[in-house]
């Protein structure tokens, strides 16, 4: 069993940033990819970023390549999602998530397990 739980969202103006924590329980995660996602209102779920919970390799959307970085710390099995220059269109409840397959996958069905959420919300 995994547990994730999510921290760190909040109400910030455009520019700002903001630091995602994604406390991670249960069991070990080598060789799991932990990936950071988001859904706005309307919209599915969209893949943020990933990274190996065992390497160093990162992935990012698009959209948020160069403002947005995301760090493990194994010790404190804890993923962080820092979010700089945020963007009204940032705005959405983001959730931490981990899939078992040790292969970088963006689709939200490949990943096993879900956070809670947490909500961003970046005012113009």
């Known amino acids: 069993q995994v547990q994730l739980v999510e921290s760190g969202g909040g109400l910030v103006q455009a520019g700002d940033s903001l630091r995602l924590s994604c406390a991670a329980s249960?069991?070990?995660?080598?060789?799991?990819?932990m990936g950071w996602f988001r859904q706005a209102p309307g919209k599915e779920r969209e893949f943020v970023a990933a990274?190996?919970?065992?390497?160093?390799?990162?992935y990012y959307a698009d959209s948020v390549k160069g403002r947005f970085t995301i760090s493990r710390d194994t010790a404190k099995k804890t993923v962080y999602l820092q979010m700089n220059s945020l963007k009204p269109e940032d705005t959405a409840v983001y959730y931490c998530?981990?899939?078992?397959?040790?292969?970088?996958?963006?689709?939200?069905?490949?990943?096993?397990?879900w956070g809670q959420g947490t909500q961003v919300t970046v005012s113009s």
């Open positions: 998530a981990a899939d078992q397959t040790p292969i970088p996958r963006y689709a939200a069905f490949d990943y096993d397990y």
């Open positions: 249960g069991r070990t995660f080598s060789n799991y990819i």
């Open positions: 990274i190996w919970w065992t390497g160093s390799s990162t």
